[in-house]
């Protein structure tokens, strides 16, 4: 049956003023200093519109696409120097990365145990960092994508939290405006190396989704573009314009494939989220003790290094209260590439130890 002009008008009308209140809920975050203010938006607009009746689906294309883009900003974080402090250090990096992973693994193990969440959807979403790639990996590995970026994207809020208190009132720090370079470019790029971005995101994709590897269009570009950008083969540079779209696009993905049900049972969670998120910011604290007194970094540069939030986040905070970045950055850009690498692995794991099937059924019947 053939639309008629006023459902086409409607569906016009619903998209723009998805895009228009998206675009101000997101600024409005941002001035309020929310971390993932530009995900968080249209995640939540789309949440609002999709559970309100709104029938507005996101093209698949532009989930992978959003993925590319993601692949592409944890590539940029791997940099000579980067690759210097890691090769200096590497022997307790590694071990602080490996133990985070069990942390993590462990907290995940309990909430599917005693949390009653369902599957791999625990492990994914208890992962330690990154937020945007394990939600964009989980659904690939049949975890509930909705409720893996429910859980990353709250332990995120709390842990920023955390840490910018812990800078400014314990330590004396204040936390910066800008992202340290690399992290994120001007409006000013170069256009060369623009172009080698934007090439770098479309072989991803391409290349991610004809070969069918699991979240292909996320690990191609972030193995590529990592060892291309650290060869300084390429530049990499993600201007605002291009992570917004990206986070954009992810978002809405996301938020509009939420449904009654799914808010629902995030509320009903979110207590037993909460436990499992200072579980794994105290285990992670440890390990910050462990680096303070094996390699006597400072206390602040080993807190933020181990801190399970976001990479660019507790960039920020190191570098607006004088902390060791080229170290928190190392170790983060470790883990975040660790999390990615294992993160199947580990949420296999973590059901076969609790006798469950990827979708949480028992994995004897």
Known sequence: MPHTKAWRARRAGLWAALAIISFFLAYGLELAGVPAAMFLGPMLTG???????ADLTM????????????????????TASTLITLVRDWPAMLTSVALAIVFGGIVGFALMRYGGLPGTTAAWGTSPGGAAAMTAMAEAFGADMRMVAFMQYLRMLVVVSSATGVSRLLLGGHAATALPPGLAAGADVPLLALAQTLGLIAVGLVLGRASRIPAGPLVVPMLGGAALHAAGLIDIVLPPWLLCSAYG??????????????????????????????SLMALCAGLAWMLVEW??????????????????SMAII???????VPFVLALQS????????TGPLVARLVCRLNGRGPDGADGTS
């Open 318 to 324: 190191a570098v607006g209260s004088g902390g060791n």
């Open 295 to 312: 390699m006597h970094v400072d206390p602040l540069s080993a807190y933020l290094a181990t801190s399970p939030g976001g990479l660019d």
């Open 47 to 53: 949440l609002v519109f999709a559970v309100s009746g």
């Open 249 to 278: 696009l992810l978002g809405w993905f996301i938020g509009l494939r939420f449904t009654p049900q799914t808010v629902r049972h995030a509320l009903r969670a979110t207590p037993r989220i909460l436990c499992g998120i200072l």
């Open 59 to 78: 093209p698949r294309w532009t989930f992978s696409a959003a993925q590319s883009v993601v692949g592409s900003m944890v590539a940029v974080t791997i």
């Open 334 to 341: 470790l883990r975040l590439f660790a999390v990615v690498l």
